[in-house]
């Protein structure tokens, strides 16, 4: 899968993406990343990719010119390959929520190129969604300087998904049962002279009881909680 990302600083993406698993995935050509920066694309003498808000209020909208042009540098790329499928996200505070189910859809419906753009400011010009199509999504119900973060988190709940990046089919939470919490060695850790043991379960080896466990680890069912 290849993600175009549209954003004023791509460099704030070069660590994350360059270590563990999804510096793995790029070497193993599973994923990749191209970079469009709507700067390099604006007309204006100054190179500015913002404005004033009609209406007034604080702070500045970026301009639909700048990231239509590097939108269309990226499809420009796309149509490179053979047999591409092609999703456009845009990150908005008011989008559709996003979800593992929707980090797997995005595989299931065998998407190629994914293109996300990332706002800034006081957020992008509303016609920039209706000119591409464009998806507004958001992560949460919360508000962010930028769309790199949400983008940053996309790419990594989408990469799951794709075969072979995690390396094990098993890898996946939702592949198995699982549990927020979880524990590994020692089976008892002192701390200020108190013991923390493992749950007396997880010991057993009894794969039925453990999955139980898994599913309602403080075991609240049991004790008429909801």
Not at 68 to 85: C, E, G, P, Q, S
Not at 145 to 153: F, N, Q, R
Not at 165 to 171: F, I, M, P, Q, W
Not at 179 to 186: D, K, L, V
Request: proline content about 5%.
């Amino acid at each position: 899968m290849r993600f175009h990302i549209i954003t004023l600083f791509p460099n704030m993406f070069e660590s994350y993406l360059g270590d563990s698993i999804l510096k793995r995935a790029q070497d193993a050509k599973k994923v990749s990343f191209f970079f469009y920066n709507p700067r390099d694309e604006s007309r204006d003498k100054w190179k500015r990719v913002d404005d004033r808000p009609y209406g007034g209020g604080p702070g500045m909208v970026m301009t639909v010119d700048p990231i239509i042009r590097a939108v269309d540098k990226a499809k420009k790329k796309i149509t490179r390959y053979k047999k591409t499928k092609v999703k456009t996200i845009l990150f908005s505070p008011g989008g559709t929520l996003f979800s593992n189910e929707t980090a797997r859809a995005v595989t299931t419906k065998k998407y190629t190129d994914i293109v996300l753009i990332c706002g800034r400011y006081e957020g992008i010009d509303a016609r920039v969604e209706k000119i591409l199509k464009a998806e507004p999504v958001s992560i949460g119900n919360y508000v962010l300087t930028g769309g790199e973060l949400p983008a940053m988190v996309i790419i990594d709940a989408i990469s799951r998904h794709i075969e072979g990046v995690l390396g094990n089919t098993a890898s996946p939470e939702e592949n198995r049962v699982s549990s927020h919490e979880i524990y590994t060695r020692p089976e008892t850790y002192t701390h200020k002279k108190k013991k923390f043991k493992v749950p007396e379960v997880l010991l057993s080896g009894d794969h039925k009881k453990i999955d139980a466990w898994k599913l309602d680890p403080k075991n609240t069912l049991a004790k008429g909680k909801k």
